[in-house]
């Protein structure tokens, strides 16, 4: 294994040179990225399809179109989110002014899982670049093409002492973490993100855990049934489901389930075919390991969409289960795979409830033309985000920082907030010297009463 402090001592020496701190070198560094995504774009494409049977457009739409939106967003606002920010002051200090600096952290650790593995290692990598940070980058051993290709085009891009790539499995990543970082973003699974925040914790490096869960998708009797299934297989099904904020199960108000899963059945026709095995665009389950995972699942309640699958080429059709109830072994974990348990409600409360017992969705979605009921949920159910009336599309958006709350996890990215996780903000207070108000000081006749006039 690599001398990983001696990595971790050449980045920060390089750190400490300032060039990172250089905002025409950050806005260098990320044109360059965005030049190596774009010049290899049918590299990226072949090891996507080789890792996970990827097809072009997904593999375009959510792993190297993203990650392009995402870098032009940050050049554009680069030069501003870096400047200090002018901030009140305190009548009780006035004459001096306030400023928050944004100052990199100095050398970042980011841990990528293997479902958007392109994606998902360079989004935050985009984020430490912007902010002024040096990183090490550990990609899934899960998805070795793709890791790969990551080391290769970073190695020929970047000095190693600026960015560098470490392939490896979990213990590279244990390796890695007895050293101290100034930052560590993980995305992954909640058990190794409990990993993580212990080691990080040793150093007191602060963490942004991307975690997952159990995220729920409730359609509302009064919702736009059709539009609702065309949503719904949209997210749950791109990729095999295989996303972090997929709808991870449905609970479906009982007075339109029938006429919602004609429309799910329909709509799933219409977008993967009636044989994904044949058509060669849908996405694979990563391992064997996962689809033995996801296959015991095929006995729970009564499938009334899909169900075959191959284990040669790892695929799941698009399957809906109905006769689901929260004691069923496919309710007890993140499913990750295109199967979807579809649950039924008569009472909004019921809803409330169960939500609630469980530790606090990643991503929520509601589909109701109530505003009364969007608010309702919104109001009672805490998660990370979501969308009304739409499935996963909020991950997209630079105006909407994504990240999870409680056990699908701590800190947010993406747009501004990218910048903002790899900075710390100094926050400084300039004094005047010409004058030198005297309420301050002890030892005056009045003194209290003074003090008083000003801080009440
Ligand atoms: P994972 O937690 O198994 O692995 C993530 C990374 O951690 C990999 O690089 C892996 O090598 C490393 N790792 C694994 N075990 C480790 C250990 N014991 N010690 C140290 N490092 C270890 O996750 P995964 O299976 O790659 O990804 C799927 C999970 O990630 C799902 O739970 C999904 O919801 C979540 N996820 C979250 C987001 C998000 O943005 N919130 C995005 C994608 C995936």
């Given amino acids: 294994m690599e001398d990983f402090k001696e990595l971790l001592t050449r980045q920060r020496d390089f750190f400490y040179t300032g060039k990172t701190k250089n905002v025409a070198f950050r806005i260098e560094a990320l044109t360059t990225l965005a030049h190596i995504i774009r010049s290899n774009e049918s590299e990226l494409m072949a090891a996507l399809k080789k890792d996970l ?100 085009l970073i190695a020929r891009n970047f000095p190693k002492e600026y960015i560098s790539v470490v392939e490896g499995d979990a213990e590279t990543t244990q390796a890695l973490l007895q050293e101290k970082f100034d930052y560590i973003f993980f995305t992954g699974s909640v058990p190794v993100g409990r990993i993580i925040m212990e080691a990080a914790a040793k150093h007191l490096t602060p963490v942004t855990l991307e975690l997952g869960g159990k995220s729920p998708c409730i359609v509302h009797k009064d919702a736009n049934i059709k539009l609702a ?134 991503a929520l979605y509601i589909f109701s033309e109530s505003k009364e009921f969007q608010d309702k949920i919104l109001g009672n159910i805490s998660f990370g985000g979501g969308c009304i009336n739409d499935t996963v599309y909020h991950l997209s958006s630079p105006y909407l920082p994504f990240g999870g709350v409680g056990e699908s996890g701590i800190g947010a990215y993406h747009g501004k907030g990218s910048f903002d996780v790899f900075s710390h903000e100094k926050s400084i207070l300039k004094q005047s010297t010409s004058f030198d108000l005297p309420f301050r000081y002890p030892n005056r006749k009045n003194a209290l009463k003074q003090i008083k006039l000003f801080i009440k």
């Fill in 53 to 152: 049977n990827k097809s072009q457009f997904e593999s375009y739409m959510t792993e190297i179109g993203i990650l392009l939106e995402e870098i032009r967003f940050t050049l554009k606002h680069i030069k501003e989110w870096s400047q200090p920010r002018k901030v009140k002051s305190a009548l009780a200090q006035a004459g001096s002014k306030g400023y928050i600096y944004p100052e990199p952290y100095g050398v970042v650790f980011i841990i990528s899982p293997w479902n958007y593995p392109f994606q998902l290692a360079i989004a935050p990598l985009i984020g430490a670049i912007a902010a002024g940070n040096c990183a090490i980058l550990k990609p899934s051993e899960l998805t070795p093409a793709t890791s790969k290709l990551i080391a290769e």
């Fill in 229 to 362: 299934a065309k949503r719904i297989a949209w997210g749950k099904f791109i990729n095999a489901g295989q996303t972090c904020v997929a709808p991870d199960y449905l609970y479906v108000h009982s007075a339109v389930k029938d006429e919602f899963i004609n429309a799910l059945k329909e709509t799933i026709t219409e977008l993967y075919s009636d044989n994904v095995f044949q058509n060669g665009e849908f996405t694979r389950i990563v391992s064997e390991r996962h689809y033995k995972r996801l296959q015991k699942f095929l006995d729970n309640g009564s499938i009334v969409i899909g169900g075959r699958n191959d284990i040669d080429s790892l695929i799941i059709e698009p399957t809906v289960i109905t006769d689901i109830t929260w004691d069923l072994p496919i309710m007890q974990e993140e499913i990750f795979g295109p199967l979807l348990p579809v649950l039924e409600y008569d009472h909004d409360s019921t809803i409330i409830q169960k939500i609630n017992d469980r530790p606090k969705p990643l």
